[in-house]
């Protein structure tokens, strides 16, 4: 029989049997309603089960394993029909067995060992649902550990170790899954250790030690907690300290020394923190200063030195938080000053010179603002070793008396500034030292007085505004050598004391005064013929002010007059060359009155004036050509004052009346002429009362009874009598 089967109604139903040719039992199965269901079991003729399948309703499930001709077991692990694993126990040719396994529901579950061919255990590992778990150890052949490895919940945990032959030992700390370091105990090809380590939960802590090959010590470290917690130290092969230090909480933090390879102290210093703190002193190789200096937490401060081999100082710096700050200077190994400035934020600023102490002179000037080179000025020399030009700054700025010498040093210029800006004195002379010009600058333009000379003697002045020249003069000479003129000029530019021109044969042609620029005194113009006078004027403040006078060439009166701050004022007086006078009275520039003597045909003086004191003052006559008077004015210092009166005729009043102080005051009256007999008065023409100048009534009467009429039918309304009324 190949195959006992079972069927119930058309499907198949029951236990379903195989057999080999042999009769033995080849497999058995079972079905319900058609479907595969529960263990299913396959065997070898020679009656070995070699296989186990397992099924629930129709489908595939729980563990399935198959054993080969060779002895390897293959499992599959099965969810209804889904695989969730496969795995097997595998052997050698010599069919020992490969590994040990331990599954539970198709996961790894429980210890699995691995076996060399010679049955010797390889490994031991144990899981957990599929998940590594515990310590796993991997051994040698020769049972030797080779490898320890530590897992927690599937993830690697803990310290790791791995052993190699030559006995160098590497170590991994993890963290669930996290590698936290990296380390291991290293040898030297003769087995020497390089370095003694010291670990707590994958952390450095405590002492580290590394040595030479030949055994010495080449540091020591110490850690906690995987810092640099305590003594730092370094050496030679041959035991030679080079560096000691200290750490705190992984930090430099105390005394710090170095040495050269001599035995020499190189560098002594502090930490604090981690930072350099306190003071810094270093060597060189046969224990001389080299630099000395100061931290502050981490920054250079203060004074810092360097010297020569010499032992001379070389350098001085200034610190403040860490950054150049303050003077710098060079010296060379004499002790001479070759370099000095200041620096400001670790940068050049201000002024900075260098020097030749072998020539004994400065080499250069220059200025910097914040590291950016705002002048840089070298010095120049003549061959013989003097100086071509001496300069003068504030800054960056030419300021100050700039002097350009010839190669004797004598004076060649002098240009004098103000920040950068030609302002104040300018001088030229010749290598005799002789002037040749002496002038002023402002802001860069020519300005105030130029003067130029030659062979000792000026030739020309100039007076500058702005780079304008406004006003100069130029010494010039008549044929025989005479000067035309003498000018004196303030060095300001101002026209100051005397100035002459001169005729021909030296007399004064004009004098003129001056004081700082302004007119002043008094001021002369001659006569070339008799060198008289022609006029004579005087100034103040720049201002003709004072008497005024003109004369003929004879000497006659021409002019008299007085001016007042540059106007005509007072009294004017005029002569013709007949000697026929004329008057004109002004008031600060305003002609207020003129007079001029006139005459009758039978040469009667027709009004006859009173002055004092360039003012009209005292009583002023008129006459009627027999001699008479025909009116009387009074004046006192030019104000009209006291009875003014005019008449017809003799002793007949035309009108009279009062002034006070220039103004009319109290009562006026004005008369009609009688045409009767002479001296007779005439009737009351009208009566006008002022008071202080202001009319305050009026009356106006007829010529033949005294009626009270309108006085417009009289006079009109422009009648000269009450031109004034008001005044």
Known sequence: LIEKISYKEGLKDGK?????????????????????????????????????????????????????????????????DSLVSEYADLHYPNGQLIEKISYKEGLKDGKFTGYYPSGKVEYVKRYEEDKPMGKWKFVREDGTTKKIEIYETGKKN?????????????????????????????????????????????????????????????????????????????????GQILRKQGYMNGLLDGPSKEWYLNGEVKVKTAYKEGKLDGGFMSYDSLGRKV???????????????????????????????????????????????IKEGEYSDDLKHGVWIT????????????????????????????????VMEEPAFTEYYRDGEWRQLFDNERLQYLTTYSLGKKYGLYEEWTIKKDLVQRGYY???????????????????????????????????????????????????????????????????????????????????????????????????????????????????????GYYEEGKKHLLWAFWDERGYQRFEEWRMGVLYDTFEYEYYENGQLKEEPSYKNRMKHGKWFRYFPDGEISGVREFSKGLRVGEWVDYYRKDEIAFKGLYNNDKKDGPWIWYYMNRGALGEQGNVMSEVDFRNGELISEKCYTREDGEIINCQEIFGENDYRFADQKN
């Open 355 to 386: 020097f030749d102490p072998d020539l004994d002179r400065q080499e250069s000037y220059e200025y910097y603002d914040m590291g950016i080179a705002k002048l840089k000025y070298f010095y120049k020399y003549y061959d013989n070793g003097n």
């Open 158 to 238: 803990d310290e790791w170790i791995t052993y190699e032959k030559n006995g160098d030992v590497y170590y991994q700390f993890w963290d669930m899954d996290s590698l936290v370091s990296e380390y291991a105990d290293l040898h030297y090809p003769n087995g020497q250790l390089i370095e003694k380590i010291s670990y707590k939960d994958g952390r450095k802590n405590g002492k580290f030690t590394g040595y030479y090959e030949n055994g010495q010590t080449k540091h020591i470290r110490t850690y906690k907690d995987d810092k640099l917690d305590g003594k730092f130290a370094d050496y030679t092969e041959s």
């Open 442 to 560: 402002e802001n860069d333009l020519l300005s105030a007085l130029w003067t130029y000379v030659r062979n000792d003697s000026v030739i020309k002045y100039e007076v500058y505004d702005a780079d304008s020249i406004i006003d100069g003069f130029i010494y010039e000479y008549y044929d025989n050598d005479k000067k035309k003129a003498d000018a004196v000029f303030l060095e300001n530019g101002k026209r100051d004391q005397k100035w002459y021109t001169y005729f021909e044969e030296g007399q004064d042609s004009t004098i003129s005064v001056y004081d700082a620029g302004e007119k002043t005194g008094t001021w002369y113009v001659y006569y070339d013929s008799t060198f008289e006078a022609v006029t004579e004027t005087n100034y103040e403040n720049n201002l003709k002010h004072g008497d005024h006078r003109e004369w003929y060439i004879d000497e006659r009166k021409k002019v008299e």
């Open 291 to 337: 630099t000395k200096g100061e931290y502050e937490m981490g920054l250079k401060a203060g004074d810092w030195l360097t010297w020569y081999p010499s032992g001379k100082k070389k350098e001085r710096s200034s610190y403040f938080s860490g950054k150049a700050n303050g003077p710098y200077t060079l010296w060379d190994e004499i002790g001479r000053i």
């Open 16 to 80: 379903f049997t195989g057999y080999y040719e042999n009769g033995e039992v080849k497999y058995k199965k079972r079905y319900t309603a058609d479907q595969p269901d529960g263990k299913w079991e396959y065997y070898t003729a020679a009656g070995k089960k070699n296989a186990v399948q397992i099924y629930v309703e129709g489908k595939r499930n729980e563990e399935w394993y198959r054993i080969d001709k060779k002895g390897d077991t293959y499992y599959q692990y099965w969810d209804q």
